[in-house]
């Protein structure tokens, strides 16, 4: 399956102190607003999104049909057939797309621990 860009959303206490922090860890501010209380932050290949009272925990994200600068790409396996693949794996979703649908949408499953994995299509 290709799943598309990566990047761990991280819910933070306070957007300001952790840009600051990952600034100093080399990253730059790459999308978000302040404003809107995310950032998406980006350091070569490394994205990491800082959302401030968005939801509660932690969330590794892939975007397929996105590479890590945004762009689209033209060879990419759309979220509802991943999410069908998964389907048929026995693989339980938390939140599914809608099938019947085409274009933008997203689902969410949980790893054995517990961890979010949102699978997010913007186009």
């Known amino acids: 399956m290709k799943l598309g860009a990566f990047s761990v959303s ?3 206490k306070d957007l300001d102190k952790s840009k ?3 600034e100093n860890l080399g990253f730059v501010v790459f999308a978000g607003e302040m404003e809107k209380n995310y950032l998406i932050m980006k350091n070569g290949n490394s ?4 959302f401030q009272g968005m939801f509660e925990n932690n969330i590794l994200t892939f975007n397929p049909g996105w590479d890590e600068n945004a762009n689209q790409l033209d060879d990419f396996d759309d979220v509802r057939e ?3 693949k998964l389907k048929t ?8 797309a809608d099938e019947s649908t085409a274009g933008p949408a997203s ?5 054995p621990d517990g961890n979010a994995v949102l699978v997010d299509q913007h186009v």
């Open 107 to 111: 689902f969410v499953v949980l790893d």
């Open 20 to 22: 600051s922090f990952y």
């Open 10 to 12: 991280l819910s933070v």
């Open 47 to 50: 994205l990491i999104g800082l």
């Open 89 to 96: 794996k026995g693989i339980k979703l938390e939140h599914e």
């Open 82 to 84: 991943i999410q069908k």
